[in-house]
């Protein structure tokens, strides 16, 4: 409780921080209501990604299991995980409460290879960020070096990080010699070996089905497209300097990614800061303002994961656990 009541008395810093020094202005949310319809086009860009994203995780179940799962309760089970990542910490721990009410599934599942979905899935999504920001970064990266010096360093990074995504992916497919190598090795290493070989061989059981995998890359691909593209949208209007929106894929994501970083709630306050300093590299001083109003539209979309969340018959651990033995 304390550690978590730390990171919400850290957003509170950094928001008023922002406010003080003139950097974030809450009026623009007003007058994007008001003065635009393009939250509208966003707010339904957000909703198909929560929609769609849940065939992404599908796949990587159906790596290991016979069941037909029904999409409709995947996309419930996928709204419950981004109503909880609004208030816990970080961007990604409702994945692990929406585990909870993903148990009975499939009872045949093992519970490592269920967390294991969750997280390939998650880092499938970033890995279909950092795809589009390195492609970006290649297309556009004289025009962005002319833009702004110091841009080099960020698209550099930007680079480094596509180069490891893919390493990552090749991570998953590597032939059955050298994991039983690498079993060999984990094994050894005292008290956790074990631990870390079992978790080893859920996540290459799910490389095993390369379409699956590569499936999940591509619908990652489209459904940050869609991200980025309700970020623009909302901001649009309100960007001092024009920037070509295929210019925006090169920094965009990576502020995205901070918000990941269990340090606040849904990167509250973290986010704002980034993105400040990540508009600044191309001579746009309102960088959080706009971040916030992409923040706020998002909060408020995920807050619709509250109505499966009341609707399912069960709301903790412990009722997970009756529901599944009653069931069984």
């Known amino acids: 409780m304390i550690k978590t009541l730390l990171k919400f008395l850290i957003a509170a810093l950094l928001i008023g921080w922002l406010v003080n020094s003139g950097k974030l202005d809450f ?20 909703v198909l990604q929560v929609n769609l994203s849940s065939f992404r995780w599908r796949a990587l179940l159906q790596t290991k299991s016979k069941n037909s799962f029904p999409p409709f309760k995947l996309m419930k089970l996928n709204w419950i995980g981004q109503f909880f990542n609004t208030f816990l910490p970080g961007a990604v721990t409702g994945d692990l409460i929406k585990l909870v009410y993903a148990r009975d599934l499939d009872r045949t599942l093992p519970k490592t290879f269920l967390i294991m979905t969750a997280f390939i899935d998650r880092i499938l999504g970033l890995v279909g960020l950092i795809f589009l920001t390195g492609i970006f970064t290649i297309i556009n990266y004289n025009e962005m070096i002319a833009l702004s010096p ?12 596509f180069l490891g995504s893919i390493a990552f992916l090749v991570s998953l497919f590597l ?35 390369k379409g699956a995998v590569l499936l ?25 300097t024009k920037v070509p929106v295929g210019q925006l894929f090169t920094f965009i ?12 709630p849904a990167g509250l306050g973290v ?8 508009f600044n590299f191309v001579n746009i001083s309102n960088g959080a303002s706009l971040f916030n109003l992409f923040f706020v539209l998002t909060v ?12 399912s018959k069960k709301h903790t651990i412990k009722e997970a656990d009756e529901f599944e033995e009653k069931e069984a």
Do not use: D
Request: proline letters at 5%.
């Open 300 to 311: 408020s979309t995920n807050l619709l994961g509250v109505i499966p969340y009341l609707l």
């Open 175 to 209: 032939p059955a010699k050298i994991q039983k190598a690498i079993f060999k090795i984990v094994n050894i290493i005292p008290f956790i070996g074990s631990k870390i070989a079992k978790t080893l061989e859920q996540v290459w059981s799910i490389g095993e089905n």
């Open 253 to 264: 994501p990576i502020g995205m990614i901070s918000t990941a970083i269990p340090i606040s």
């Open 216 to 240: 999940g890359v591509f619908i990652s691909c489209v459904l940050q497209f869609g991200n980025v593209s309700a970020f623009w949208l909302v901001t649009e209007p309100f960007i001092t």
């Open 150 to 161: 110091k841009m080099k360093t960020l698209l550099h990074f930007n680079s480094f990080l």
């Open 271 to 278: 986010g704002h800061v980034v993105f400040e300093k990540l």
């Open 27 to 46: 009026s623009l949310v007003k007058r994007l209501i008001s003065e635009s319809n393009n939250w509208i086009y966003a707010f339904i860009l957000i």
